[in-house]
């Protein structure tokens, strides 16, 4: 397993950008993917982005077009690029690395926007 931390949450207008990371304590380079989910009050955990360790992404339809998910993997390390961000995306969002044997999460970080 690896043990991953976010940061980069906080409150930002709408409008506003932010940039979200992941650290992860080893190599990230082979696991099956990394991915950014989110929690809103009142709603059921959602994947917003995905990679795969050959680069592959997906997006929720919701975040398409505004969020961008990379990977440094010499810094062993995801990125969630968020532009032009919503009232809606205010949520928790948790980093998750999955792979064959198991799922890893980091403790999340709140990211919240003002209407």
């Known amino acids: 397993q690896v043990r991953l931390v976010e940061s980069g949450g906080g409150l930002v207008q709408t409008g506003g950008s932010l940039r979200l990371s992941c650290a992860g304590s080893?190599?990230?380079?082979?696991?099956?993917?990394m991915g950014w989910y989110r929690r809103a009050p009142g709603k059921q955990r959602e994947l917003v982005a995905s990679i795969t360790s050959g680069g592959s992404t997906n997006y929720a339809d919701s975040v398409k077009g505004r969020f961008t998910i990379s990977r440094d993997n010499a810094k062993n390390t995801v990125y969630l690029q968020m532009n032009s961000l919503k009232p809606e995306d205010t949520a928790v969002y948790y980093c998750n690395a999955h792979d064959i044997m198991y799922d890893s999460w980091g403790q999340g970080t709140q990211v919240t926007v003002s209407s």
């Open positions: 080893r190599s990230i380079f082979s696991i099956n993917a």
